[in-house]
């Protein structure tokens, strides 16, 4: 973390954001690689998104209350895993008949999420196959686990044209 000053300016010196204990409880609770790819402030929130990109990982958002987590910043500086308000897993459907995963993820002003994920094959070497990506929007109020939407771009030649978005 680095401070700015007034004119949004870099102040002093970077300190080091301890969040091993967060990640620690996390990992314990998670099947398959922590592997957080984006963060955004909603609703009193600290939203992390954790891809689910490896065998038995889920596509997830990790909420931690914004307030205590501001605490630490200037008190401490130790993400504890007592900060997790809670997380939500998100089954974000296919393209090409690959899974999609979070690739970022972002705040809206009324609250509301929107995210990147694309479709990528897991393999071995990482060199697996592309099948395509989307933007979506979670919503703000969503009631059921894993809602989520994302618009289709359209073209007059073609239904629908694949986009490649990461963060």
Known sequence: MWSLDEDGALRGFPRVIDV??????????????LNIEGVAVAQ?????????????????VLRLSLDEVMTTLISDFVVQAEELASVRAYDLGARNGIDLDFTDGDA????????????????ESMQGGQGGSVVGIIGSTARSSGWCRWPTR??????????????
């Open 20 to 33: 091993s204990p967060l990640y620690d409880f996390v990992r314990r609770h998670i099947e398959g690689r």
């Open 44 to 60: 009193g929130h600290l939203c992390l998104f954790q891809r689910g990109n490896s065998v038995g990982a889920e596509n997830m």
């Open 108 to 123: 809206l002003l009324d609250g509301r999420l929107v995210f990147s994920a694309a479709a990528e094959e897991v393999s």
């Open 154 to 167: 359209r073209s007059r030649s073609r239904a629908s044209t694949p986009w490649r978005a990461t963060g």
